[in-house]
């Protein structure tokens, strides 16, 4: 009975969040024309589309490097099965509804393939963050080069530094995850708790893996934002640097909150509201570059396609 009902809210949740995606889109192709939208593409992008893809598999080639630099434990496993299960969670993260996430998808088959549960599940989430402290990093380093150029809301700053809080928090919390004291009730139910806390914290003896897959991070990031700057190029935009890094890095928080599908909807809100509601840009071309960014998203979906094929051959 308890396992209907959570399948019913899980369902529910996911038909609101399509509802939004749906609304999303169909409120700014209602007040942006297609057709204006389209006007935009032409065979002068392939370049820059060409070098988004480049960009997209050095995104997955460098994600999967630093699984593997944060895998400690365990026996030592060929890079190429890294990036074929990263590819696979972005097949999940980037295409299907389901209720779990590409990383958690991706490290519980990992894990459950290699016998490695809990430190693949603990790599691919203390990787995760760390991504996301890279992006806050670049975030306040170009926001006063930012403020500069354009007048930016202080909601948009306040919203930024209480994520960033909150991943610091995150982070003390796993690295120091085995001196939490976890009630018998949950950890006498739930036995993956304890292999968990302790996975992540034997990462406070691996200072070196720590500052490699943080090095690895900070080279992803910029990797996304080159291809958000290639998608502006490719619309004849060209926007400072400082600009795309803060509105980019805003964005991309923003569409995090799970209250769509993916993001998608409000993530083509959110880029017209700051382009166009702050530089001036016209939407039309704002929401033609941001479409293109699902191209690389799509490629790297493409490849999870093929290795979930492979594994069912």
């Known amino acids: 009975m308890a396992t209907d009902k959570t399948d019913t809210k899980l369902f529910v949740k996911r038909i609101i969040q399509l509802l939004v995606s749906i609304g999303g889109f169909a409120y700014i192709f209602y007040k942006i024309p297609l057709s204006e939208v389209i006007d935009n593409w032409n065979i002068g992008m392939t370049p820059w589309i060409l070098a988004m893809l480049v960009a997209a598999t050095l995104v997955m080639a460098i994600q ?7 895998s400690v434990q ?8 890294y990036y074929a299960y990263t590819a696979m969670g972005y097949f999940f993260n980037n295409l299907l509804p389901t209720g779990f ?17 809990s ?20 975030f306040f380093i170009a926001l006063p080069f930012a403020l500069n150029q354009a007048e930016i809301p202080i909601a948009y700053t306040i919203t930024m530094t209480v994520a960033l809080l909150a991943c610091m928090v995150i982070v003390v919390l796993c690295l120091f995850s085995d001196k939490i004291p976890i009630p018998h009730f949950f950890s006498d139910r739930l036995a993956f708790i ?12 691996h200072k070196k893996q720590i500052l490699l897959s943080s090095l690895d991070s900070l080279w992803l990031q910029l990797l996304t934002l080159f291809i958000a700057y290639a998608y502006f190029r490719a619309v004849g935009v060209d926007i400072d640097i400082s600009i795309l890094v803060v509105f980019t890095s805003i964005t991309t928080v923003i569409s995090m909150v799970p209250i769509s599908l993916n993001g998608i909807g409000v993530r083509e809100g959110t880029q017209v509201a700051l382009f166009t509601g702050i530089l001036g840009i016209p ?7 941001g479409l293109l960014g699902y191209i690389p998203l799509l490629f790297q979906t493409a490849q999870g396609a093929v290795v979930l094929l492979a594994r069912k051959k």
């Open 283 to 289: 939407a039309s071309v704002v929401l033609s570059a």
């Open 64 to 70: 999967a490097n630093r699984w593997k630099g944060l």
């Open 194 to 205: 304890p292999k968990l806390q302790n996975s992540l914290s034997i990462y406070r003896k």
């Open 74 to 81: 365990g026996p030592e496993i060929p890079f190429k099965t």
């Open 119 to 138: 430190q693949s599940v603990s790599a691919v989430l203390l990787a995760r963050i760390q991504g996301l402290l890279a992006m806050f990093l670049c």
């Open 101 to 117: 996430g590409g990383d958690a998808v991706k490290s519980l088959a990992f894990g459950k393939k290699f016998n490695q549960t």
